[in-house]
């Protein structure tokens, strides 16, 4: 009685796998249903586009002259100078704000122009490259990684040069690095391990930094602070 009665309940093989197949039927079935077609897919009309931004007008002193730009709100500095005012001295690296060659000045503070939008700068008194010295009348700087021959490819050089600059002044205002021992100095003195410290957020794939190192205390020694 109870192999009949197991016999009359069990399902044959046959039985089961036909019943395997129309679950995993009806399971595609959903799941295509709630998605997207390949086609939808491939012709871009199963998503709506994603919004542009909206374009503003953005005003600023560049290299002591007044510019006007109207950009889309997204725009970086670092696009606003390279592609819409053609400022192409400041170069576009790694654009993570991890290597320092898009460095420029904004109000004599030294900022990674790609992690920047065009659109916080209005008003604001920019500096590149371009505006720290000309081909007749070099910035100090600029004269002391000739000197010293503080580059090689020269890609991260306007970086490194506007972001020593920047940092002279941060000196100079007492600003301390993690490498300074005396924090209740007005100034700071910048040897070797200040300025290494303090660049370090300037990369140099030639590796060129001894050099670097050399041309930037040239000038701050030089110079002092005002």
């Known amino acids: 009685m109870d192999d009949a009665h197991d016999d009359s309940t069990r399902l044959s093989r046959r039985e089961a796998v036909k019943t395997v197949a129309a679950l995993f039927a009806a399971g595609v079935a959903t799941v295509e249903a709630s998605e997207p077609s390949r086609a939808a897919r491939a012709s871009g009309t199963a998503r709506k586009p994603v919004p542009g931004g909206e374009l503003v007008t953005v005003r600023f002193e560049v290299n002591g002259l007044q510019r006007e730009l109207r950009v889309d709100t997204r725009t970086t500095l670092l696009d606003a100078l390279r592609e819409h005012l053609g400022l192409t ?33 209005e008003g604001n008194r920019l500096v590149t490259i371009e505006g720290l010295g ?93």
């Open 89 to 121: 001295g400041t170069k576009k690296g790694c654009d993570h704000g991890q290597c320092g060659a898009c460095t420029v000045l904004a109000g004599g503070r030294r900022i990674n122009a790609c992690l920047s939008l065009a659109v916080m700068h």
């Open 134 to 226: 000309t081909e007749e009348h070099l910035h100090a700087l600029q004269s002391a990684f000739i000197a010293h021959d503080g580059f090689q490819c020269g890609y991260c050089t306007p970086g490194q040069i506007c972001s020593a600059a920047g940092m002279m002044i941060e000196a100079c205002a007492g600003v301390p690095s993690l490498v300074t021992e005396d924090l209740t100095l007005a100034t700071m003195t910048l040897d070797d391990a200040e300025v290494r410290e303090r660049m370090s957020g300037n990369l140099c794939r030639c590796s060129a930094y001894p050099n670097i190192v050399a041309a930037i205390r040239e000038v701050a020694d030089a110079r002092g602070c005002p």
